[in-house]
């Protein structure tokens, strides 16, 4: 009877330390730029290539660098509340199929990013969110001006 009593208290604690912990918006903000992280770090490889990649052209690669980098600006905008003026979209079929596990992961990890803004919203985490956005913003942009202009 008294380890049933020990572990339910336990589970108690756990259970909020757990929700206190997922309502700290500073690690929810970990998250959050984590998830951006994965992202750029995704986009940033097919942007910045210079030769073939999974077997497609770097040309392939950076026509869906582009689309996704559009495609994740209007997300992190959204998620901001900032307005931007709208993106001239390329248009862009993907029709090498080594990079469909690329473009699959880009929509994992949006979908993550998705997920870990929610909860960041839930939590009512929005003191710092906008700078923050801004930040993940800004690197997006200079990413797709340098697709977008050679410079990369």
Known sequence: MASKVLFAVALVALAS?????????????????????????????LASTKTEISGCSFQEAHGLADKLLVEIIGKVSGYAGIEIPPLPERPFTLACSGLQPTA?????????????FADYSLCGCTI??????????????????????GSN
């Open 17 to 45: 330390l757990a929700s206190t912990q997922t309502c700290d918006c500073d690690w929810q903000f970990k998250r959050l730029k984590a998830a951006n992280n994965d992202i750029f770090h995704l986009l940033n490889r």
């Open 104 to 116: 699959q992961q880009f929509k994992d990890f949006a979908a993550a990013l998705d997920l870990v």
């Open 128 to 149: 710092c969110s906008k700078d923050g956005f801004e930040r993940f913003l800004i690197e997006y942009e200079v990413l797709l001006i340098d697709l977008r202009t």
